[in-house]
């Protein structure tokens, strides 16, 4: 049997080769491309899509439009990334507010009921490089995850197919694991 294909959307993170080398070390093929190229439709190509970081864009929602059609349109599991949930969240009708800057590692309390946290403790440590936070899920999502600056750390789609993390889960153990409860919503 093939392994899953993960389509990795740059969205101008420092952080790529990182992030594609957790899903590969999770046992996906990735194939990355920016937001401006993303196929119209994923045809059976892919298994999961992913949406990585962004440099403060996630109000452009002009030039997020064929991702976020693409993420509609899809039927296949789909992951935010710092930046990325943020697009998915304003897409929604989300608010970002700004707030204090973190880098670093910060301890996050999780829903543990969530598949996407099989494999963690109630409480992790994840990294996070911003200033910018969703305050409140947008309608059709909820909050799965919160923190001290952020209410909105982690975020579901009411069906349970679109996710986001406010941290990069590229770096840390924690973010590994969180990863690999995703990997399972794809496999």
Do not use: W
């Not at 599991?77 to 608010?95: D, E, K, T, Y």
């Amino acid at each position: 049997m093939a392994q899953p294909r993960v389509l990795v959307v740059d969205n101008g993170t420092l952080s790529l080769p990182q992030l594609r080398a957790r899903f590969e070390q999770l046992g996906s093929d990735t194939d990355a491309v920016d937001a401006a190229s993303v196929p119209a439709r994923l045809g059976g190509r892919y298994q999961a899509v992913v949406l990585s970081g962004t440099k403060v864009r996630a109000y452009d929602t002009d030039y997020y439009r064929p991702l976020i059609d693409l993420v509609h349109s899809s039927d296949v599991p789909v992951f935010g990334i710092c930046g990325g949930m943020q697009i998915l969240a304003v897409s929604a009708g989300g608010r970002l507010a700004d707030g204090p800057q973190r880098v670093g590692g910060f301890e996050v309390q999780v829903d543990k009921e969530e598949p996407l946290f099989t494999h963690v403790k109630p409480t992790v440590t994840v990294f996070h490089r911003h200033t910018l936070y969703l305050q409140e899920a947008p309608e059709g999502f909820r909050s799965i995850g919160r923190s001290e600056h952020a209410p909105v750390e982690f975020l579901r789609s009411d069906d349970g197919r679109i996710l986001g993390s406010q941290a990069h889960l590229e770096f840390r153990s924690d973010g590994l694991e969180i990863l690999r409860g995703f990997a399972q919503l794809y496999r």
